[in-house]
């Protein structure tokens, strides 16, 4: 079997793998398919030995149009490059859409991420949103969180 990191966007015949990767409970990947049916975003994950080991989204109605969201790798296969694989697709994926910049939001005291952001040659655009949402925690509770954000933009390749 091959360690191959191969990124792809999800179908609703993943939907019991990407579910086992997630919380009990709170239908992300089910929520995920859903909108991406309805044309608002892409829905990727990377795949490895057949799993999902992490997932991103392709918003394309944001404020910053289109953004890349929710980029998320297992912290069991952190490190084999799945993080810059889902990013690679995911600029990919806007340049063949059209885009020439694509956006993301990282929290302002997410310094790991930051530093792969800026590693993939995003930038900073001097921008800080906050935003106040709900999710399901691991036990499958509603909480609440508020997270700040700066906005960082790439100019993609045409």
């Given at each position: ?63 910053h149009t289109p ?18 694989a889902l990013c690679?697709?995911?600029?990919h994926r806007a ?64």
């Amino acid at each position: 079997m091959t360690d191959e990191v191969v990124v792809r966007q999800c179908v609703y015949s993943d939907l019991a793998a990407l579910k086992r990767a997630e919380p009990p409970g709170p239908g992300i990947a089910r929520n995920l398919l859903h909108h991406q049916a309805a044309g608002s975003i892409v829905y990727a994950a990377a795949w490895q030995r057949h799993q999902p080991v992490g997932t991103v989204v392709l918003d394309l109605t944001s404020a910053h149009t289109p953004e890349l969201k929710h980029l998320y790798v297992q912290g069991s296969a952190r490190g084999i490059g799945a993080g810059r694989a889902l990013c690679a697709w995911t600029e990919h994926r806007a340049a063949q859409a059209g885009f020439d910049t694509l956006y993301l939001g990282v929290g302002i005291e997410n310094h790991e991420a930051r530093r792969l952001y800026e590693r993939l040659g995003f930038r900073s655009i001097g921008q800080t949103t906050t935003t106040t949402y709900q999710y399901v925690d691991d036990d499958g509770e509603k909480q609440w969180a508020t997270e700040t954000d700066d906005i960082f933009e790439k100019l993609l390749a045409g």
